[in-house]
């Protein structure tokens, strides 16, 4: 098992028997030397360098009804909001005062808040801050919506296809929706140019081992920027509110197989993991993760953005909490910086 590590890491790729095996071994000398691989290959590209994305949760509201997602169009329990220009511009401003280099504007499928008016936003947070990248993760778009984003300014765009598996995308999802289109969507962005971020939740309701290892075969030959990996957490308003939340071994586990085959890759550890076990976002550092997300959401509208249960939105997964952060990343032999980190300029 060490040699099949050992090759993910010197090809940058295995065949789908080798995901396989790794995603089923319970051997803990094994899953530690995986982690370990991957905490040494992340050490030349990036140092002991965390990155830091200040997360601008712009709007609850959301035209789709995802059967995971709490702000999912049904949920009629949660009370909706939307951000406007000026509230996210002084969200921009407070992560810039702190640092940060990277703002993160996120949102359900927003019907209320139109395309134009996020080109805007878009373009007088360029004009604001030009020395910052700006990413946005607001769902399926036309190709010409997304082009207007980038002309405006935007570098980076999130979307998670959430499984690769058409019959899984199915059962996790109403008819309205495709992987189909949202397979399209990951192509124009890159296409048009963006540092493109995809990635799974780990544990969702009825996936299987061989559904993971198509995700992994999918992101090997997508080749993102960005990859996003976290455990599936229900809500309690959702049709699958009593399934088990995903399993955070099995969500390193990802987070360090997608570190060997892509060293160069910006991968978060997501506060859904800290918010399963309590070091998840120290776990997921120590298993190739070098991203972190603190939430500039104004406190006032913070604990709206509920996509599942318990989410942690206090102490080092918030803004205000940038000093419990760094001293959390330094306790494990890590630095904190609010730089950009391109992905392409990383030699």
């Not at 890491?9 to 089923?24: A, D, V, W």
């Not at 290959?41 to 949760?57: A, H, S, W």
């Not at 399209?184 to 048009?192: A, F, G, V």
């Not at 939340?245 to 360090?256: D, P, W």
Request: proline share 4%; aromatic share 8%; charged share 25%.
């Amino acid at each position: 098992m060490r040699k099949l590590i050992d090759a993910l890491e010197q090809n940058h790729s295995l065949k789908p028997e080798g995901y396989h095996r790794l995603l089923n071994c319970e051997d803990t000398g094994v899953v530690e030397y995986l982690h370990l691989r991957a905490r040494e290959v992340t050490l030349p590209v990036f140092g002991n360098i965390i990155y830091l994305r200040g997360l601008i949760e712009i709007s609850n509201c959301c035209r789709n009804d995802c059967f995971y997602c709490g702000i999912r169009k049904s949920n009629t329990g949660i009370k909706r909001y939307s951000l406007n220009e000026d509230q996210i511009l002084d969200a921009c401003r407070l992560g810039y005062d702190l640092g940060i280099r990277t703002f993160v504007l996120q949102a359900g499928e927003n019907q209320e808040t139109k395309d134009e008016t996020i080109t805007k936003i878009v373009a007088n947070i360029r004009r604001a801050y030009p020395d910052c990248a700006i990413t946005l993760s607001l769902g399926e778009k036309s190709r010409k919506t997304y082009e207007n984003f980038f002309n405006a300014g935007a570098n980076r765009y999130l979307l998670r296809h959430e499984t690769y598996n058409q019959k899984h995308y199915q059962y996790l999802h109403p008819e309205t929706m495709s992987l189909d289109n949202r397979l399209r969507c990951l192509d124009d962005l890159k296409t048009i140019g963006y540092q493109v971020g995809t990635g799974i939740m780990v544990g969702s309701p009825c996936q299987t081992i061989g559904n993971l290892v198509e995700d992994i075969c999918f992101v090997e030959q997508f080749k993102p920027e960005m990859i996003g990996i976290g455990p599936f957490i229900p809500h309690k308003d959702t049709p699958f509110a009593d399934y088990p939340a995903g399993n955070v071994e099995l969500t390193l586990k990802l987070i360090s197989i997608f570190r060997l085959m892509f060293p160069k890759a910006l991968i978060p550890s997501t506060t859904s993991l800290n918010t399963v076990i309590q070091d998840g976002r120290e776990k997921g550092i120590l298993s190739g993760a070098n991203v972190i997300m603190p939430n500039l959401t104004p406190v006032v509208e913070r604990n709206k953005y509920e996509l599942y249960n318990n989410k942690t939105i206090n102490g080092a997964e918030a803004v205000e909490g940038l000093s419990i952060l760094k001293d959390r990343m330094r306790a494990i032999g890590y630095q904190i910086s609010g730089e950009r980190g391109d992905y392409k300029k990383i030699k």
